[in-house]
């Protein structure tokens, strides 16, 4: 699954129907052949460190591995990831859990998933890029990740961490876990970097560097943004990966803490 590119232009152009979205999201994904992207100029990690984060395969996929989308454990039977990530039937996706390398299926836990929860305003206004999927199986005894409920986190500066499992444009292994620090840009930088593009400042997280270099990309949609031991950002959107001046989007846990926890439960 790619992380989303065209969406909030669109949004902003007026021009991107509910129905659409659903098309062009699940077409995200790269095509059989193309390589995938994720974590740029990070550095490997285990997942016995951040062992809520989730890789969430999906049978679509054209990774051998079925490498789809990163999620984050916040319940023992629920998941958090992005809208974007959730436009297929609940039956064709795979909740995995402690496996650092993708390709070794003799490590780690799966569950599928029974249902999935969409944010109901997303696609009908800038971002709400927030899902809830239920696991068929818990994932008993595995440390979680408490959501960030202050959207006075989001603050020029923070030094927030971004995981995933992606390619990594020839910067590490791919289908391997990596991280990849991406310190806040705040929103006035990407409210004026994506002018026009749907940039969304009371409900959307600015990350990375100026001048590019590391950053999220795709097949790291979803996945967990984390400052100070909490869910701080979900994988949303971006233009290119790690490129000067495009920084990635992700969509700010605190601006929807409450409906995301109504549905935790």
Same mark, same amino acid.
């Given at each position: ?17 509910? =129905? ?115 696991? =068929? ?129």
């Amino acid at each position: 699954m790619a992380r989303l590119q065209l969406v909030r232009a669109l949004l902003a152009a007026g021009v991107l129907t509910t =129905a659409s979205i659903g098309a062009l999201s699940a077409s995200a994904a790269p095509a059989p052949g193309e390589p995938e992207t994720g974590i740029v100029g990070g550095d490997i990690a285990h997942t016995a460190d951040a062992p809520w984060a989730i890789q969430l395969s999906n049978s679509a996929s054209p990774d051998p591995t079925g490498e789809y989308c990163g999620s984050t454990l916040v319940a023992a039977n629920k998941i958090v990831t992005a809208a974007h990530c959730s436009t297929e039937a609940a039956s064709t996706y795979t909740a995995i859990q402690g496996r650092d390398v993708l390709s070794d299926k003799s490590t780690g836990k799966e569950s599928k998933i029974s249902s999935i929860w969409v944010d109901p305003a997303y696609g009908k206004e800038g971002g709400h890029d927030v899902a809830v999927m239920t696991l =068929a199986t818990p994932f008993t005894g595995v440390p979680t990740l408490a959501l960030e409920t202050s959207t006075a986190a989001d603050t020029a500066g923070a030094a927030s961490v971004v995981y995933g499992w992606g390619g990594t444009e020839g910067t590490g292994p791919d289908d391997t876990f990596q991280k990849v620090a991406v310190p806040v840009l705040g929103d006035p930088y990407c409210s004026d970097v994506y002018a026009g593009q749907g940039y969304t400042p009371a409900g959307e997280i600015c990350a990375g560097y100026e001048n590019g270099g590391k950053d999220s990309c795709q097949g790291d949609s979803g996945g967990p943004l984390v400052l100070n031991g909490r869910l701080f950002g979900v994988v949303s959107w971006g233009i290119g990966c790690a490129d000067a001046g495009n920084p990635g989007v992700y969509a700010e846990v605190a601006t929807y803490a409450a409906e995301l926890q109504a549905q935790i439960g």
